[in-house]
C-alpha cells in the first residue's frame, strides 16, 4: 500500500507545554516529510497551553510566568525557531549589565569575573574577591594541584553529589558560598543529594580528561575565544522579543493549523486495546473514551505514571520515584527611586547558609529590553524548592509579605510595587537526585516492551528549554518510524 494511501494513524500527545508542543509539531513536519498522513491530537488540562512556560503584557511591561529564557549552546530550541520562521522574534541579554550576584552577610557581592558557575578561569578576581575567606581561596586554588578522583568502575561511570565533587574539589566554603547558590538557581535543589553525572557531567568529565578543573578551563578558554556557532548571534542565552510566549504561540498555531488541541481536557488513564491505545479522559465533568493508534506523554513523571497504573505498573512504579520540587516566582515592578541597591547584574542568587526566606531574585528588565516603563524595574523573585519547601505551606498573601521584607532588606526596597503577582509552580521542577540515570535507563527499558508508547520531557534528561524541544523531538521521530514501519 503506498504511504499516502495508507489510513491516517491516530496519535495522542498528552500535555500541552514546550514538550508536547514540540513533539505534535514534529509528528506533524515528519509526517510531511514522509507522506504518511497523521491526526494529531493534543490534550491539556488546562485552559491554554504552555504549562510552566506563558508571559503576560500589560500596562507597558512584559512578565514571563515560568522561564524567561533559553541556553543558546544547546541546538534544539534555536533551530526549533528557525523552522517556525522565528529567528527575527529572539533578543539577546543586555551587556551592560551581563553579571550576576551572590549574598554574602546580607549583602550582594558581584560573582568575580571569570568564574563558570564551579571553575575558576582568572586567579586575580578569585584573589579579590570578598565571597571567600583567605583559606577559602587558598583551598580552591589547591584544586589545580589535586589528582584525579580514584575509581573503581571508572571515571566515564562515577557519579557524586554536587556536594560531594565540589567539596572534594575545591572545599566546603567554595561550595556553601559560591557553588551551591548558582546551581540552586538552576537546579532548585539540595546540593547532597543533586547527581553531577545527570545535571552537570561536563565538569566531571574535565576531571577525568585534564586532571584539574581550573587547568581545564584555562586550557578551554584559550582554545575557544569567540562564542559557540550555534549561539554566537545571541550570546550564550535568548529570549524573545514579546516574551517566552510567542514560542509557545507559535507552534500552538502550528499544531492546530493541521490537529486538533483540546483544552480543559484531562487524561486519566491509557490502556492498550485493539493493536492502539485506549484514552480516558474528563472534560466539563463529562468522561469519554477515544482510540489511538499511538500515544506521547509529556505530563510530570508521576502523572504518567498514573495514567499507565493499570496497563503498565512496572513503568508506572518507576516513574513515580521521580521527586519534584515546588516553587514560587514573585513577579513585581517598581519605580527605580524606590530601590538603593543600583541592581547593575542580571539578578542575584543566595546562599542556603545566609538563611533567607527566597533563594534568587531575577533583574528581568536588566537581562532583556521591554520588560519595564522608563525608569522602573521588574523584578522575579523565587522562594521555595527542594530546600524549603515548608515556604509554599503560606498563603499567597503571607508569602507576598515574605518576599517584600526580604526585598526591602536585601535590596533596599521601598514603597508599593507597581505590580505584583505571584505565581505559584507546583511539583514543577524534577530533581536529579543521584541514581537518577540509572532509574531513567530503568524507565526507558521497560517502555520499549510498549509499542507505539513515547515518554518525553524535562523528568528525564535536562530540564530546560532546549532539552524538552529534544527530548520530544526524538520521542516523535521514534514514534514516527515505528509507525511507517508497519505499514
Not at 294 to 318: E, H, I, N
Request: hydrophobic fraction near 40%; glycine fraction near 8%; aromatic fraction near 6%.
Amino acid at each position: 500500500m503506498n504511504q499516502s494511501s495508507a489510513p491516517a494513524k491516530r496519535i495522542a500527545v498528552v500535555g500541552g507545554g514546550i514538550t508536547g508542543l514540540s513533539a505534535a509539531f514534529r509528528l506533524q513536519e515528519l509526517a510531511q516529510e514522509n507522506n504518511r498522513p497523521v491526526e494529531i491530537t493534543l490534550f491539556e488540562s488546562q485552559p491554554e497551553a504552555g504549562g510552566w512556560i506563558g508571559t503576560i503584557n500589560q500596562d507597558g511591561y512584559l512578565i514571563d510566568t515560568g522561564a524567561d529564557m533559553f541556553i543558546t549552546n544547546k541546538p534544539a530550541a534555536i533551530e526549533l525557531c528557525q523552522r517556525l520562521g522565528l529567528e527575527d522574534q529572539l533578543i539577546s541579554t543586555n551587556q551592560q549589565y551581563r553579571g550576576a550576584l551572590i549574598l554574602k552577610d546580607g549583602i550582594p557581592v558581584p560573582v568575580p569575573l571569570g568564574f563558570e558557575l564551579m571553575t575558576p578561569s582568572r586567579i586575580l578576581p578569585m584573589l579579590r574577591t570578598p565571597l571567600l575567606s583567605p583559606f577559602g581561596k587558598l583551598r580552591m586554588g589547591l584544586e589545580y594541584f589535586l589528582p584525579r578522583r580514584i575509581s573503581e568502575t571508572g571515571l566515564d561511570n562515577d557519579d557524586e553529589s554536587l556536594a560531594q565533587f565540589v567539596t572534594r574539589r575545591f572545599g566546603k566554603e567554595a561550595l556553601m558560598r559560591l557553588i551551591q547558590p548558582l546551581v540552586a538557581g538552576i537546579y532548585t535543589s539540595d546540593p547532597e543529594k543533586l547527581s553531577l553525572r545527570a545535571t552537570l557531567p561536563r565538569f566531571l568529565d574535565m576531571e577525568r580528561d585534564h586532571r584539574s578543573l581550573i587547568k581545564a578551563i584555562r586550557k578551554q578558554k584559550k582554545q575557544t575565544k569567540s562564542a559557540d556557532a550555534t549561539g554566537a548571534r545571541y550570546g550564550l542565552f535568548a529570549a524573545f522579543k514579546e516574551g517566552m510566549q510567542t514560542l509557545i504561540r507559535t507552534l500552538a498555531e502550528r499544531v492546530s493549523s493541521a490537529g486538533t488541541i483540546l483544552y480543559d481536557h484531562r487524561v486519566k488513564q491509557v490502556v492498550a486495546a485493539d493493536a492502539g491505545y485506549e484514552l480516558t479522559f474528563e472534560s466539563a465533568g463529562v468522561t469519554q473514551t477515544q482510540h489511538f493508534d499511538a500515544v506521547l506523554l509529556t505530563t510530570a513523571a508521576p502523572r504518567a505514571g498514573q495514567m499507565l497504573a493499570s496497563y503498565a505498573p512496572v513503568l508506572s512504579g518507576l516513574l513515580k520515584q521521580i521527586e519534584y520540587a515546588s516553587t514560587a516566582i514573585q513577579v513585581s515592578v517598581h519605580r527605580l527611586e524606590n530601590i538603593k541597591h543600583p541592581l547593575k547584574a542580571f539578578g542575584l542568587v543566595i546562599p542556603s547558609v545566609e538563611q533567607r526566606k527566597i533563594f534568587a531574585v531575577a533583574f528581568s528588565s536588566r537581562k532583556f529590553p521591554g520588560r519595564a516603563p522608563e525608569g522602573c524595574v521588574q523584578l522575579r523573585t523565587f522562594a521555595g524548592g527542594a530546600m524549603q519547601p515548608e515556604l509554599l505551606e503560606h498563603s499567597d498573601e503571607e508569602l507576598n509579605a515574605i518576599v517584600d521584607r526580604e526585598l526591602a532588606d536585601i535590596l533596599g526596597v521601598t514603597g508599593e510595587p507597581i505590580y505584583s503577582k505571584l505565581l505559584r509552580h507546583n511539583q514543577s521542577m524534577p530533581q536529579y537526585h543521584l541514581g537518577h540515570l540509572q532509574l531513567v535507563e530503568r524507565i526507558e527499558q521497560a517502555a520499549v516492551g510498549l509499542p507505539g508508547l513515547e515518554l518525553a520531557g524535562n523528568a528525564y534528561r535536562g530540564v530546560g528549554i532546549p532539552d524538552c524541544i529534544h527530548s520530544a523531538e526524538q520521542a516523535a521521530a521514534r514514534l514516527m518510524a515505528e509507525l511507517t514501519s508497519h505499514v
